[in-house]
């Protein structure tokens, strides 16, 4: 790899939530973690909104409801990292866009390791292939020690122990362009990108769809 040039928040404060994930889509991040860095190429990234009422309303966003201490990065600068838990388990995190009080961040779904292979091998024990290491949103997380304490770092800061590196723009026939994955609402909007040459790409599972539980009301008024 040439040698490593930041990426330029720049490129994010102003992009719509499809042009930040193809920004960011080929780029590398190298997280300084327990045992050394270990760097990884995006191959897949997943865009989200806002609120009702923002330019790119969202409710399948962590923020759509609106700012409160725990997506408060995501309505911040652009260029920072948004670490949260999934099912209690797994440490996932995205990148913030867009300018400060409008909410916007792009999952980080599946990456190539390029840099530190044993260290993410050694996380990442269970994994039978090396495109397995980074290969859905948690594994990311597993794979480049990513946790809560990383949350709200800036990323296109060379002092930063999260850094975001620019790479080769990949071409337009190789990306793809699909529905969300693992969300039960807004999810067919198309702004899921990878690139179809990489086979470390997260294979696409549709959630089920959401269901409201109503509670019966009887002829007397009460509830069941």
């Given at each position: 790899m040439p040698t490593p040039v930041l990426f330029d928040a720049l490129r994010l404060a102003?992009?719509?939530?499809v042009q930040a994930a193809r920004r960011l889509l080929g780029s590398y991040l190298e997280v300084d973690g327990p045992g050394g860095t270990v760097r990884m190429r995006l191959v897949e990234v997943e865009a989200y909104g806002g609120p009702p009422d923002s330019p790119f309303?969202?409710?399948?966003s962590h923020g759509y409801r609106g700012r409160t201490d725990r997506n408060e990065v995501m309505f911040g600068d652009a260029g920072h990292l948004y670490v949260y838990?999934?099912?209690g388990i797994h440490w996932c995190g995205n990148i913030s866009y867009g300018p400060v009080g409008q909410c916007g961040g792009v999952l980080m779904r599946a990456g190539e390791?390029?840099?530190g292979e044993q260290l993410a091998r050694e996380r990442r024990s269970t994994a039978r292939t090396d495109t397995q290491l980074a290969?859905?949103?948690?594994?990311?997380?597993?794979?480049m020690a990513i946790g809560r304490n990383f949350?709200?770092?800036?990323v296109c800061t060379a002092d930063s122990p999260v850094r975001l590196l620019r790479g080769p723009?990949?071409?337009?026939?190789?990306?793809?362009?699909?529905?969300r994955v693992g969300v039960s609402t807004a999810q067919d909007r198309p702004w899921r990108l990878w690139d179809e040459r990489s086979?470390?790409?997260?294979?696409?599972?549709r959630a089920a769809p959401l269901r409201l539980s109503v509670p019966v009301v009887d002829g007397g008024g009460s509830t069941t």
């Open positions: 102003g992009a719509t939530p309303p969202d409710p399948a838990r999934s099912y390791i390029v840099g290969c859905g949103p948690g594994n990311v997380g597993s794979a949350n709200g770092v800036a723009r990949i071409p337009a026939s190789a990306v793809g362009h699909g529905p086979p470390a790409v997260s294979k696409y599972r």
